[in-house]
């Protein structure tokens, strides 16, 4: 871990992808999908969280590939 403060951005992101891993996880292992529990099964709710976690993955990859770090903090994808 580095002192370095990460920004809002890379915050959000980390956030929806742990949220997710978990989510699945959690799906995994107790067929709980507790995005779904709290928000209801394909609503508009839970479909944004899961659009958001998928989006999340999908800005990490192309930082992973493309990017390298963050332009706002330099945090490393
Ligand atoms: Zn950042």
Request: charged content about 15%.
């Amino acid at each position: 871990m580095e002192g370095k403060k990460t920004c809002f951005f890379c915050k959000i992101v980390d956030a929806l992808l742990i949220i997710g891993a978990l989510n699945w996880g959690l799906l995994a292992a107790a067929q709980v999908d507790l995005v779904a529990k709290l928000l209801g099964g394909m609503t508009v709710a839970s479909r944004v969280v899961y659009g958001l976690v998928g989006l999340a993955g999908l800005v990490k990859l192309i930082g992973c590939l493309c990017i390298k770090e963050c332009p706002a903090c330099k945090k490393q994808q």
